[in-house]
């Protein structure tokens, strides 16, 4: 079993940083992890996920070129570094992790997920 918890949300004003994480404890390896986001009154939308077991990548069109997905291996820690925020990036961002090959941006959704962090953008 994998347990998540996720960090790094705040409050931003439009064209800031922030950057998320998420330790996962227990097994961690060869995993599809990615971080997801619900803004209220919308539907949960993938944001980026990533293979633990060989780094391929998926990313939303909406955070293409300013969001990146990475990993260290040696903490168990899944991260989001979001650059160039805007208002509409507000939301509650969630880690989630599935065991297996990530096959599409969807992927890590399958399996366990965290308690969510809040982000919030002002313009």
């Known amino acids: 079993q994998v347990q998540l918890v996720e960090s790094g949300g705040g409050s931003v004003q439009a064209g800031g940083s922030l950057r998320l994480s998420c330790v996962a404890s227990?097994?961690?390896?060869?995993?599809?992890m990615g971080w997801f986001r619900q803004a209220p009154g919308k539907e949960r939308e993938g944001v980026a996920a990533i293979y633990t077991g060989g780094g391929v990548t998926y990313y939303a069109d909406f955070v293409k070129g300013r969001f990146t997905i990475f990993q260290d291996n040696t903490k168990n820690t899944l991260y989001l570094q979001m650059n160039s925020l805007k208002p509409e990036d507000t939301a509650m961002y969630y880690c989630?992790?599935?065991?297996?090959?990530?096959?599409?941006?969807?992927?890590?959704?399958?399996?366990?997920w965290g308690q969510g962090t809040q982000v919030t953008v002002s313009s």
């Open positions: 227990g097994y961690y390896r060869n995993h599809c």
């Open positions: 989630a992790a599935n065991s297996g090959y990530c096959y599409t941006l969807s992927s890590p959704g399958g399996g366990y």
